[in-house]
């Protein structure tokens, strides 16, 4: 069997059109271990009571899941910036990231996509090239694109737009024991970034316990975050 998508539409975390309503942005990756006719037997309960009334589905992944691929004990640093990022977890699960340092990269340093069950532990993310504006361009850790049940654990981010953000992901990750600083917000210095952000349409159900940083929230930019 294998990989599932519940929502009511496939996932797209840029689908900025409808992410200021809310409507169409909650979604969690899943995966079926059997099905008997139209009844599918999933992993993991789902995190979100969906309803068909409003246009739920499931639907499978567009590629297919990379599982059980994992990344250690590596340093990566870039002082250009043609690279828009350095580890994309792209439809993975039951992945890892662990004891790796990236520093200066034009874009998001590390990014969960369409997962579950992944793992980003005892890492340092730092610094930007290019800017510290707002847009993606400087993104420590984007969880995103309805992944969920996955562990982010003992790391730290500092010197970035923003050092980690959740966006429209699928609930029961958990966001532990990290230090998340000096959050900076390039086209406006004298605002207070968030070092740990709820952002775009429709975060739920995560766990947020024990991190160190002066400042944690949800921001209102796509309005239901």
Not at 28 to 33: A, E, M
Not at 147 to 173: A, E, H, M, W
Not at 178 to 196: F, K, P, R, V
Request: hydrophobic letters at 35%; proline letters at 3%; charged letters at 10%.
């Amino acid at each position: 069997f294998g990989d599932i998508n519940f929502a009511s539409t496939q996932p797209s975390s840029s689908n900025y059109s409808n992410a200021y309503t809310g409507a169409q942005n909650i979604g969690q990756v899943d995966l079926v271990t059997a099905i008997n006719g139209s009844v599918l037997t999933l992993q993991d309960p789902l995190n979100w009571p969906f309803q068909t009334a409003l246009s739920a589905r499931a639907v499978p992944l567009a590629h297919k899941q990379v599982m059980y691929a994992g990344v250690e004990d590596l340093t990566m640093k870039d002082n250009t910036t043609t690279h828009s990022g350095y580890v994309w977890f792209n439809r993975a699960s039951y992945s890892w990231l662990l004891n790796v340092e990236t520093a200066m990269v034009g874009g998001i340093h590390i990014t969960l996509d369409g997962g579950t069950h992944n793992v980003v532990e005892n890492s340092i993310v730092h610094h930007a090239e290019g800017g510290y504006t707002q847009g993606g361009g400087a993104y420590g850790v984007s969880v995103q694109e309805y992944t969920s049940y996955s562990l982010f654990d003992n790391n730290i981010l500092y010197y970035l737009n923003k050092p980690f953000v959740l966006r429209c992901d699928g609930g029961n990750n958990v966001v532990g024991y990290n230090y998340a600083d000096d959050a900076q917000l390039g086209s406006d210095t004298s605002w207070q970034e968030l070092d740990i952000d709820v952002h775009l349409a429709q975060p739920h159900m995560d766990l947020f316990e024990g991190n160190y940083a002066p400042h944690i929230g949800a921001s209102n930019t796509w309005r239901s975050a």
